[in-house]
Every structure is written in structure tokens, then in C-alpha cells.
């Protein structure tokens, strides 16, 4: 590296705590011919040693790493999806519920939490989310306002979210349809700055994923800082497993929730729902005295199979890509009771293959059946935000939420199930099963009887 170019990364670690990669001779000498083909700001900076603000931060802004894609870390957004709606439940008279992406690139996971909101929150809480994104990189926040994205960064997405929420331009391009946009607030901002112009105490949420792994230590024990202040009392920091966890002992790691970190504060806060351990959030939900009974293996299942009238193997899906005889081998281990066994095989299988939808919905209902259900439901409403023709997946979901206690948005869901199923040939065999539209909609409208 040259010593123009030495000096500029330096002043750009120091500026913006980004640490000096060994690929930035290449990317700084790109930058400097594209931004400065004069190479007037190069002579003031041999000058001057240094250069506007302004300049500095388009550079640094050519240098940051741009790699994202839509549903990365997706137990977030199940996560979000949650605490959004339990927390607009909890505090009616809350004007707004506010979302910050920390350093968002293109925009991809800040339109992927849009999505999930979209497909999973009540419309009438849709108004009062505020989703904000910002990013050093100039060109990446036009890009996320345009709502245009590279193939790559969508191999995430099934195919049927594909057709709803994009337009194919060409074979390098897609776009955002316009009107299936959460709005978005798009900043071309440093962190540090951005975070200097918010008051105290204004976000709920920030989403700092896949950024800290880039600042300095120094850097990160700012923003860190910063960021506490302009957190409510209580609010959430995401970062992912590769991040640098904060060392502040204001940021309490919540044990229940991978790289989610909740502010602790002096000031008494009315308790939310998801500071509840699953136990308590049952009680207090169902209004039932005592402990939680534990449940045998399969009895929320059986128990339904059995109110339905249903045989055990309608409720399951029928097997038509089993190549290797997995999932074969998982309904074995299910039907003879080793559900350990059962789930570590369908851990084999989602990782093998993270898009291979059949896996997320065994896992959900094997750890209904042993009574885990806010985990069973994150890996249900994965199937059927990627999978909307899944009814057989949505009634579970439902299902699971129930178990859980949160009635209204089973009583939600359960409802346009019910629409849906209404509008198809009752006596129709429901894709990779043996149920008819008819019994799934007597079981769902048999359910919704009795929460009513």
C-alpha cells in the first residue's frame, strides 16, 4: 500500500473505527479513481493530511463490506415478529414501536423483517412500526430506497415470496413491488452520527448484525455506549453469533434467545410478556393456578387428533422426497417415542439443506408434543411464511400459539385459515397429505368454538 493510500486507511479507522483490511489497496485505489478522477481531494490530503468530511465518508463508504441477503439469522425476525406484537398488546397507549438496522447494506434484513411483520402481525398494529435503516455506503442506501437486489442475495427466499414481493427486471435484477413496502426510513449516516442526532431513549430495537466483526474495539465500546442511551428501558440489541458480544454489564444476554441482548435499567418498567418464563406466560395466560403440568409425550397432539376425530397419520405430512429414507426414519422414531433422537436427525436435515421447509415443520411439532411451544411455534411460522398454501403447517402454527396462550393472534390466524379453506373443494386432498379440505376445516372451525 502506497503512503497516500496508507494514510487514508488509517484516517479512516480512525474516523469511523472500521479496521484496515489488506484487500483496501485495491478497493482505495478503485475508490480514489472513481470519486476523485482530478484527484483534487488527493492533493489536499498531500497537503493537509486530511480531506471533507463529507469525502472521508463516501471512501470509507466504498471500502465497508456490502454481503447480505433477505432471512439471514431468520430466528430473529420470528423473535421480532413476537415481541412486536406482544409489546403493541401489552402498552395500547404506546404511539410507536421503533426498529433500527445498524449499518443495513442494501437493505436486505430490514426488508426482511418488513416481510415477516407484514405476513404475521395484526394489521391494526401495522401503523405504529417505524423501520429505519442506515448505512455508510451512499450507492447501498439508494440501492435499498430503489428496492432493487441481486439474485444472489435472494436464494433465500421460496419461490412463492418471490413472485408476491418482487418484479423480475432481468436476469441480474429484481425489484420490490412498491405497495408490498413496510415503509422504511433510509439514512446515509456513519453509526456514531446517526446515533448523536436520536434522543434519549427512542428505539426498541436495533438490529447490529454481521457489523461489529469489522470495528475496532474501541469503536465498538462506543457505539455500544451510545447505543444504550438511545434504547427504551428494556430494549433489544441483535447481533449475530460472530459478532463481538458487549462487555458493558448494562447489556443482559437473553438466555432464551441466541445473540439478543436486553438493556437493564434502574427505572421500573411495566413487565412485558417475554420477560415471562414459558411456565409463567401459561399461567398467566390460562389464569390456572399451581405449576405448569409437564405433558407427556404427544398429548397436545393426541389430544387433538383424538377432539377431531382425526387418524394420526392424516395430520401428517405424506413422504414423497424421502430419497435417503430420513424422514421415514424420523416418523419412526417419532410414532416409537424417542423424540431426542428424532429431533437431533431433523437438525441434520435443516442443516444439510437451511431451505428444506418439511424439516422446520417436524421440528415444530415434535417439540409441541414436548411442550415447548414458543419454540415450536418460530419453526412453524417459518414454514408458513415461506409456504402460504400449507394448511396443514398453519393449523399447527395456530395450534402451537394456542398452547403458548396467545389467543388473539391464534383466534387471528385461525380465522383466515378458515377463510381460506372455505374458498377451496371440500372434499380436496390437501398437497403432501391425506387430509380433505373438509376435516382441516371442521377441526379449525371446532377450535375456534371452543377459544370463543
Not at 82 to 102: D, G
Not at 212 to 234: D, G, H, N, V, W
Request: hydrophobic share 40%; aromatic share 10%; charged share 25%.
Amino acid at each position: 500500500m502506497s503512503d497516500l493510500l496508507e494514510r487514508i486507511a488509517d484516517l479512516i479507522q480512525q474516523k469511523f473505527g472500521i479496521m484496515v483490511q489488506t484487500d483496501w489497496t485495491v478497493l482505495l485505489r478503485n475508490a480514489l479513481l472513481k470519486l476523485d478522477p482530478t484527484g483534487v481531494h488527493q492533493e489536499q490530503f498531500r497537503k493537509t493530511g486530511g480531506c471533507s468530511d463529507q469525502f472521508l465518508r463516501h471512501l470509507a463508504g466504498e471500502v465497508t463490506v456490502k454481503e447480505s441477503y433477505f432471512f439471514r439469522h431468520h430466528l430473529h425476525f420470528h423473535y421480532l415478529c413476537a415481541l412486536t406484537q406482544q409489546t403493541l398488546l401489552a402498552q395500547p397507549e404506546l404511539p410507536s414501536f421503533s426498529i433500527w438496522s445498524a449499518g443495513c447494506a442494501q437493505g436486505q434484513e430490514i426488508y426482511s423483517l418488513a416481510f415477516f411483520l407484514l405476513e404475521n402481525i395484526d394489521p391494526v398494529f401495522l401503523s405504529k412500526i417505524h423501520l429505519s435503516g442506515t448505512d455508510l455506503d451512499e450507492r447501498a442506501i439508494m440501492q435499498a430506497k430503489a428496492g432493487l437486489f441481486h439474485p444472489w442475495s435472494l436464494r433465500h427466499v421460496s419461490q412463492h415470496l418471490n413472485e408476491k414481493y418482487f418484479i423480475k427486471i432481468n436476469r441480474m435484477q429484481y425489484k420490490l413491488k412498491p405497495h408490498y413496502r413496510l415503509p422504511v426510513n433510509f439514512t446515509h449516516a456513519s453509526l456514531a452520527d446517526y446515533c448523536d442526532g436520536l434522543p434519549d431513549q427512542v428505539l426498541d430495537v436495533i438490529m447490529f448484525r454481521n457489523v461489529s466483526i469489522y470495528l475496532t474495539r474501541a469503536a465498538r465500546a462506543e457505539l455500544y455506549s451510545k447505543f444504550k442511551r438511545i434504547l427504551k428501558p428494556a430494549g433489544r440489541l441483535l447481533l449475530s453469533p460472530s459478532d463481538a458480544f458487549p462487555e458493558d454489564k448494562a447489556y443482559q444476554p437473553d438466555p432464551d434467545h441466541n445473540s439478543v441482548f436486553r438493556i437493564v435499567s434502574e427505572v421500573k418498567v411495566r413487565p412485558q410478556p417475554e420477560q415471562l418464563s414459558l411456565s409463567d406466560q401459561r399461567q398467566t395466560s390460562r389464569t390456572r393456578p399451581g405449576p405448569a403440568r409437564k405433558q407427556p409425550i404427544h398429548s397436545p397432539i393426541l389430544r387433538e387428533w383424538k377432539r377431531c376425530s382425526l387418524s394420526q397419520s392424516t395430520f401428517w405430512p405424506v413422504v414423497n422426497d424421502d430419497a435417503d429414507g430420513l424422514l421415514n426414519r424420523l416418523i419412526i422414531l417419532s410414532n416409537s417415542g424417542k423424540i431426542d433422537e428424532a429431533l437431533r436427525l431433523v437438525d441434520t436435515m435443516i442443516c444439510k439443506n437451511p431451505s428444506y421447509f418439511s424439516g422446520y415443520f417436524w421440528r415444530g411439532t415434535l417439540n409441541l408434543s414436548l411442550g415447548k411451544y414458543e419454540v415450536a411455534a418460530n419453526d412453524l411460522r417459518y414454514v408458513v411464511f415461506h409456504e402460504k398454501d400449507n394448511y396443514i403447517a398453519r393449523y399447527w402454527y395456530t395450534l402451537a400459539m394456542e398452547l403458548n396462550g396467545e389467543n388473539k393472534r391464534t383466534m387471528y390466524h385461525l380465522n383466515k385459515l378458515i377463510e381460506d379453506l372455505k374458498g377451496l373443494n371440500a372434499m380436496e386432498t390437501l398437497a403432501n397429505s391425506q387430509t380433505t379440505v373438509h376435516e382441516l376445516l371442521r377441526a379449525a372451525l371446532e377450535r375456534r368454538e371452543n377459544l370463543l
